[in-house]
């Protein structure tokens, strides 16, 4: 089992800057992947970016520019370094990891945490 503990979030006006962290415990051996994804109420949730164990990146349009993910040393922390944050920005942030367990991959995902942009 995986655990994802998610830090970072907050209030922030338009224009500013914000790093959310995230940190994988337990048995997170066999790392496919860790990304962030974003969801706001009624809607579905959708790729920010991803970082493979390739470290290719998958970015989604609507943050490239603004938006830069990046592992730590210990490769099972992912960061998101958010910058020039827009009102439309605003939606909780998840931690995703993704196990490679035999042949199949299973998802691991963090509780959230609330990003919210002024503006």
């Known amino acids: 089992q995986v655990q994802l503990v998610e830090s970072g979030g907050g209030l922030v006006q338009a224009g500013g800057s914000l790093r959310l962290s995230c940190q994988a415990s337990?048995?997170?051996?066999?790392?496919?992947?860790m990304g962030w994804y974003r969801q706001v109420p009624g809607k579905q949730r959708d790729l920010v970016a991803e970082?493979?164990?390739?470290?290719?990146?998958n970015i989604a349009d609507s943050v490239k520019g603004r938006f830069t993910i990046s592992r730590g040393n210990a490769k099972n922390m992912v960061y998101l370094q958010m910058n020039s944050l827009k009102p439309e920005d605003t939606a909780v942030y998840y931690c995703?990891?993704?196990?490679?367990?035999?042949?199949?991959?299973?998802?691991?995902w963090g509780q959230g945490t609330q990003v919210t942009v002024s503006s």
């Open positions: 337990g048995n997170w051996f066999s790392i496919n992947g």
């Open positions: 970082i493979t164990r390739e470290d290719m990146l």
């Open positions: 995703n990891l993704q196990q490679l367990q035999g042949a199949v991959i299973v998802p691991y």
